[in-house]
């Protein structure tokens, strides 16, 4: 029988002095280091590319429904929103808008 063995270590220090120390709210297991005494999870989930994360962008502004969004790629709507925000910001402003907008006053 082949056994692999992994050793972890911490985030912040590089040490290898953890231990185990419950869960958290995701259900994932936690570390506690020994040395620095920082906690955290040492296998971090999965994040959203940036071409899924433009693909679900995209799907939204098809049909403007976050929650519609969340129910079919099961992304937080919340996370949605951050994400909005983020390319709005740094999306250029068009003239065609900028004196649409001076016009008004």
């Known amino acids: 029988m082949i056994q692999k063995t992994i050793t972890y270590e911490c985030r912040h220090c590089r040490s290898t002095n953890i231990v185990k ?22 296998e971090l989930m999965p994040r959203y590319t940036e071409e899924k994360k433009e693909q679900i962008i995209a799907d939204y502004y098809e049909r403007p429904s976050m929650r519609g969004v969340e129910r079919v790629f099961g ?9 909005l925000k983020k390319k709005r910001r740094h999306q250029p402003i068009s003239k065609g808008y900028v004196t649409a907008c001076t016009a008004r006053r």
Do not use: E, M, P
């Open 21 to 42: 120390n419950g869960h958290n709210a995701q259900g994932q297991q936690q570390y506690w280091c020994k040395d620095c005494g920082k906690r955290a999870v040492l």
């Open 75 to 83: 992304v937080s709507r919340f996370t949605l929103a951050a994400w």
